[in-house]
Structure formats: structure tokens, C-alpha cells
């Protein structure tokens, strides 16, 4: 069984440039939730995906936008890169079952934005 | 407001040793969550624990366990006989499925934990 993945691993953009990154969830989960993680920092949660639409939306401005696919894996696009864009981008699958959930987010290994 | 604090930003023991690792969170609500990640040098979050705030029961698994209490807010993570490949960022986090988070997981910083041969 296929844990959560994702791609690219890395990527290296410059200033003002548009980015998409890709995640598959883990089999049997139908929530998606995209996390920015900054050097030395923890996980900043960016947005929820359930049924092909944003359920939830953390302090991202609209510079970071996303969609889920009817196979629920999910795209996170990310425009007018800024220097304060490179991070880690971490995706984390969930089952729901259309409720908010507290159940346990598994995550991929993650993408490393590098913004130049 | 929803809030994680892991005090200890590095942590270095030799093999062995016991180590506990800090976690205070702060929220308003009754029902909340809350989890253990451990993120090794590949860079993907493992999941550890979930606790609800209902259950203040300590709980150990192998080598691992944890000691939840609502009195202190806080919910702290010890190793026993810490080996090599413990070696990681742990991160606490906080979820609250009715509150401002609604579901998803409010971070601490991490502890980075170094176990010497």
C-alpha cells in the first residue's frame, strides 16, 4: 500500500515565477491539506481539499491556490514566487468521510522549493 | 488562539540516556487533539500519537511514551534508552475539530534531538 506522494522532490524557481506541486494521497483517504514548512520552523498549514473543493484555508495569500482531481490527489499552485516562498511544501493525507476530522495526517516526504 | 510551544530547540544525549521532550499548548476549547510527529533527515513527517483531551491516560509503546496533562496544558514525549536512530525533529501539534483550527494541525517548532554513539 502506497503511503502519501509527491512531486517534484526538489525544484528551483526564480522571482516571480508560477510553481505546481503534485500529491497522491494514501489509498483509502479523501482529504488533502497542503503544509509550508520554512527552514528550522514547523509546518504552517496552507489549505484543505475534500470533494474537489478548498475546505479550509489557513493565512496564505491568494498567491497560493490548489485543486483536487475526481482520484483525489491535488496540485498546489503558487504564483508570483517571492524569496519567502522557498520552503519545504509538505501534503498530508486524511479520511473524513465529509466531516471535520481529527483523525491522525499522514505525510509525503515532501517538496524543496528553492526561490532564486 | 490556538498555540504550541516546544521550549527546547535542540537536544543532545548519548546513547542510552533517557530523554523527555516539552510540549505546552495552549486553547480555548474542550475537545482537542493532540499529536507527535517525528521528522528524520529525509524530511517526512512520521506519525507517532494522537490523544484526545478526554483521555489523560500516560501511555507507553516500546521505548516511547507520554504524559498528558490538562492541568498544565502540557503533553511531553520521553524516550528510553535513546538509540542512534531516534535521532530527528520531533514536533508536537494541536488539533481542535470544532475550534479555529477545525481539524488541522497548529505546529510547534520542533526539537531537534541529537543522539550520540
Known amino acids: 500500500d502506497a503511503g502519501v506522494t509527491q512531486s517534484p522532490t526538489h525544484l528551483i524557481k526564480t522571482r516571480g515565477q508560477q510553481v505546481t506541486l503534485r500529491c497522491s494521497p494514501k489509498?483509502?483517504?479523501?482529504?488533502v491539506s497542503w503544509y509550508q514548512q520554512a527552514l528550522g520552523q514547523g509546518p504552517q498549514f496552507i489549505f484543505q481539499?475534500?470533494?474537489?473543493?478548498?475546505?479550509q484555508r489557513g493565512n496564505f495569500p491568494d498567491r497560493f491556490s490548489g485543486h483536487q482531481f475526481p482520484n483525489y490527489s491535488s496540485e498546489l499552485n503558487v504564483n508570483a514566487l517571492l524569496l519567502g516562498d522557498s520552503a519545504l511544501y509538505l501534503c498530508?493525507?486524511?479520511?473524513?468521510?465529509?466531516?471535520?476530522?481529527?483523525?491522525?495526517?499522514?505525510f509525503g516526504p515532501g517538496t524543496r522549493l528553492t526561490v532564486l | 488562539a490556538q498555540k504550541v510551544t516546544q521550549a527546547q530547540t535542540e537536544i543532545s544525549v548519548v546513547e542510552k540516556e533517557d530523554v523527555t521532550l516539552d510540549c505546552v499548548y495552549e486553547t480555548r476549547d474542550t475537545t482537542y487533539y493532540l499529536f507527535w510527529y517525528k521528522q528524520p533527515p529525509s524530511g517526512e513527517l512520521v506519525f507517532l500519537i494522537r490523544?484526545?483531551?478526554?483521555?489523560?491516560q500516560n501511555e507507553i509503546s516500546g521505548r516511547y511514551s507520554w504524559n498528558f496533562q490538562k492541568s498544565t496544558s502540557s503533553f511531553n514525549f520521553t524516550i528510553t534508552a535513546s538509540q542512534v536512530v531516534d535521532s530527528a525533529v520531533y514536533f508536537c501539534a494541536l488539533s481542535d475539530p470544532y475550534g479555529g483550527s477545525q481539524g488541522n494541525l497548529i505546529f510547534g517548532k520542533g526539537t531537534k534531538l541529537s543522539v550520540k554513539p
Open positions: 489509498s483509502g483517504h479523501d482529504t
Open positions: 490523544r484526545n483531551s478526554f483521555d489523560e
Open positions: 498530508a493525507s486524511s479520511y473524513s468521510g465529509g466531516r471535520i476530522s481529527y483523525n491522525e495526517q499522514f
Open positions: 481539499y475534500y470533494e474537489e473543493e478548498e475546505r
